[in-house]
């Protein structure tokens, strides 16, 4: 089973870090033609709130209430029973999306009043952000019905397809910021324009996948549906829970609002950067591991449940705590090498760095939190991740409000970092309560990936902390020392590693 799940994972890594590189291109190419400037705020806020809508009605509590109701009607009324309840489902879900985003459009200036209370008339920034939401909301439609059907396509077996889709987005980014920029009075609307031809690509994109598996979508409205109230019972109380993360986020950019023009920017980039693991493996990882559990609970197997549970665990954290340790070491150094040039100064790589180690702190927790969470998603069990990710919401809140005084931009992220690890770490003492994860089995592990970090983290720290060498030295000069930084950070983690005692055999034992 292992080596399925670790096939699977790696394929659907591969293919989001395709989509990852390309998204940095994406940005790279943002920032040198428009920087970190009052104009790209707006257009960020305007990407958010569809983006954050996403995740409710995508990747979020729509694909964590759908996928196991789907592997439970296949487990019971095989493949015709899938297709009858995607036909209802997708007509379901396509008409509620439908009226959302046509009320979007509609009420833009309210969601930005609400999303960024700080924007206002005098800077543009509140006006350039209601006309870009008109523009890119129309992209929640579209990316929700690709997310149905790349759930439909994992729970067949196929992850390559629905894991590259993202990859069309960032290239549509890339060629309108190119082509379409010198068209606008605000050149930063060709990023949102980009965003909605993206979202007609993505759609395009999975329906031949489907095909080619036999099933062909023909939407009908089947609220009455046992099935379709079931996915929309679990779905309510997940709108909350399984967007913890993201709510945190947009409650980031909430506060900074109030901040001097550029701060929304900066925790855009750093959040782009901290997305670079969590994307290439926490969300792959939670999209392979989640159809798995959910099929071992339907057919009633609590041993390999458990197994899969605890073997996600491991593998989230053999790669998301040096991930963690790589990013905060080397903030500055990614973020200029990265970013600093054209339209981006200085002061914007210096404070993106701030922000990016600032939310190095939170992920693993970032990470944790999907698989942890997969472990009551796949039990159809919603109201306990909720319950804690309300708390976890009420504490980003409540430190975003302490912190951002003296902390400002730093602050925000350093809040949302606090907050998730707290979720991981409730929702790992609730499984453990509970006997679905036990982590005294796992210590020994553990603190060998601990020993191994702490020194890769000496090693990167004692030859990149030069901030004149990230700041001074030319584009190539970064460059080089970037990547010299990056294999020496590689290949320290894997030495002590082995000096600590790990060995693979450790990620497939007590796994048949």
């Given amino acids: 089973m292992s080596r399925e799940l670790a096939k699977n994972t790696l394929t659907v890594s591969s293919m989001t870090l395709v989509s990852r590189i390309s998204g940095f291109v994406r940005d790279m190419v943002g920032a040198t033609l428009f920087g970190a400037t009052g104009g790209f705020d707006?257009?960020?806020?305007?990407?958010?709130?569809?983006?954050?809508?996403?995740?409710?009605?995508?990747?979020?509590?729509?694909?964590?209430?759908?996928?196991?109701?789907?592997?439970?009607?296949?487990?019971?009324?095989?493949?015709?029973?899938?297709?009858?309840?995607?036909?209802?489902?997708?007509g379901s879900l396509g008409s509620v999306l439908l009226i959302i985003t046509v009320l979007g459009i509609m009420f833009a200036a309210f969601f930005v009043w609400v999303f960024a209370p700080g924007f206002d008339t005098a800077d543009g920034r509140f006006p350039m952000a209601v006309d870009m939401l008109r523009?890119?909301?129309?992209?929640?439609?579209?990316?929700?019905?690709?997310?149905?059907?790349?759930?439909?396509?994992?729970?067949y077996g196929c992850f390559w397809g629905p894991a590259i889709t993202p990859v069309l987005l960032n290239v549509s980014m890339i060629f309108s910021s190119l082509l379409l920029a010198s068209f606008f009075t605000t050149p930063v609307m060709a990023l949102a324009v980009g965003v909605l031809l993206g979202g007609v690509l993505q759609f395009l994109f999975q329906l031949p996948f489907l095909k080619a598996r036999g099933i062909w979508v023909r939407p009908r409205l089947g609220f009455k549906d046992a099935r379709v109230k079931k996915v929309l019972k679990l779905m309510i109380p997940a709108l909350v829970g399984v967007s913890v993360n993201q709510i945190n986020l947009i409650v980031d950019s909430a506060f900074a609002s109030f901040l001097p023009a550029g701060s929304v920017s900066w925790l855009y980039y750093a959040d782009r950067l901290m997305e670079f693991p969590l994307g290439v493996f926490g969300v792959a990882l939670a999209t392979v591991v989640l159809p798995k559990l959910s099929r071992q609970h339907a057919s009633d197997n609590a041993h390999h449940y458990k197994e899969t549970l605890a073997w996600g665990v491991r593998s989230v954290f053999l790669v998301g705590l040096p991930a963690a340790v790589g990013l905060g070491v080397l903030a500055l150094p990614l973020t200029s090498t990265l970013f600093y040039h054209g339209a981006f100064s200085q002061k914007d790589a210096i404070a993106t760095s701030e922000c990016l180690l600032a939310y190095s702190v939170g992920i693993l927790g970032f990470m944790a939190a999907?698989?942890?969470?997969?472990?009551?998603?796949?039990?159809?069990?919603?109201?306990?991740?909720?319950?804690?990710?309300?708390?976890?919401?009420?504490?980003?809140?409540?430190?975003?409000?302490?912190?951002?005084?003296?902390?400002?931009?730093?602050?925000?992220?350093?809040?949302?970092?606090?907050?998730?690890?707290?979720?991981?770490?409730?929702?790992?003492?609730t499984l453990q309560k509970r006997g679905l994860f036990r982590i005294q089995n796992e210590l020994l592990f553990f603190t060998r990936v601990i020993i191994a970090c702490l020194g890769m983290g000496v090693c990167v720290w004692y030859f990149a902390n030069d901030p004149s060498l990230w700041l001074d030295g030319d584009k190539m000069t970064r460059v080089l020392y970037l990547t010299v930084a990056v294999l020496l950070g590689m290949g320290s983690f894997v030495a002590f590693l082995f000096l600590s005692g790990f060995r693979l055999s450790v990620m497939r034992e007590r796994i048949a």
């Fill in 42 to 90: 707006a257009f960020v806020l305007a990407f958010k709130i569809p983006n954050f809508m996403r995740r409710l009605f995508a990747e979020g509590a729509f694909s964590q209430a759908f996928v196991p109701v789907l592997a439970e009607c296949k487990e019971k009324e095989g493949d015709e029973g899938v297709k009858a309840f995607a036909n209802d489902m997708a």
């Fill in 135 to 155: 523009v890119t909301f129309p992209y929640l439609f579209l990316i929700s019905l690709t997310a149905f059907m790349s759930g439909i396509l994992n729970m």
């Fill in 370 to 429: 999907k698989v942890l969470a997969s472990g009551f998603y796949a039990k159809q069990d919603l109201k306990t991740p909720v319950r804690i990710a309300i708390f976890c919401m009420i504490l980003n809140i409540v430190l975003n409000a302490a912190f951002i005084k003296h902390f400002h931009h730093m602050g925000l992220a350093l809040a949302t970092a606090i907050a998730a690890l707290a979720n991981t770490f409730l929702l790992a003492y």
